[in-house]
């Protein structure tokens, strides 16, 4: 099965004012992360990707926007299932604030038992839920249309990004938050019948060992023992 390559939006006004943004309209990137989605155009632009899908939120339409002028030829596709977390009553709140709730202690260590406050609050098993479904849903139709070699972006948020790497990973959701994943990193997750392979986590370098190559293993969902050999 492919290759998706999950992007965090690149650092945005709320990032820099330390405010929750979730699901509120208007948040664009600030001029450090209008710089990082150039650098990551120029990384991605070389593999490249059979297409991009985006959260519908601003702030990753324009992580995306410099990739989609470099390859005018990669179809664009909005993925309402990939958006960010709906905080509820959290969002535009400022994370020193909420660090005082009840709730943030169960967010940071039981995150399965969460569930955010107030009109369309969503818990984060749900959120979790919809984006494997997702990512799933996704690399079905890109293997069916491009192969199973194929290389997609899915361009999305924090906490998305986090529990879809605890689902791959086979973690239970209350250890997600030991997962990382910094403004416009790449993280990689290779599909397999058996398995998925995680390739990159919160990565900021090159991303050519990510093309497609021959592997030794009889199956694809095989692991190298030893480790393989890397990159050519």
Known sequence: MPTVILVRHGRSTANAEKVLA???PGVALDETGRDQAAALAARLAGLPP??????????????????????????????????????GDWSGRKIAELADEPLWGVV????????FPGEGGESVRAMQARAVDAVREWNARIEESHGPDALYVVCSHGDIIKSIVADALGMHLDLFQRIAVD????????????????????????LESLRPRERPTAAPGDAEVGGGAGAP
């Open 50 to 87: 059979a297409a991009v899908v985006t959260s519908p939120l601003q702030r990753c339409r324009e992580t995306v926007q410099p990739l989609l002028d470099a390859l005018p030829d990669v179809p664009l596709h909005i993925e309402e299932r990939i958006s960010e977390c709906a905080y």
């Open 22 to 24: 979730g699901r509120l």
């Open 183 to 206: 403004p416009c990193s790449v993280t990689a997750i290779r599909y397999t019948p058996e398995r998925p392979f995680l390739l990159r986590l919160g990565d900021t370098g090159s």
């Open 108 to 115: 940071q260590r039981y995150p399965s038992a969460a569930v």
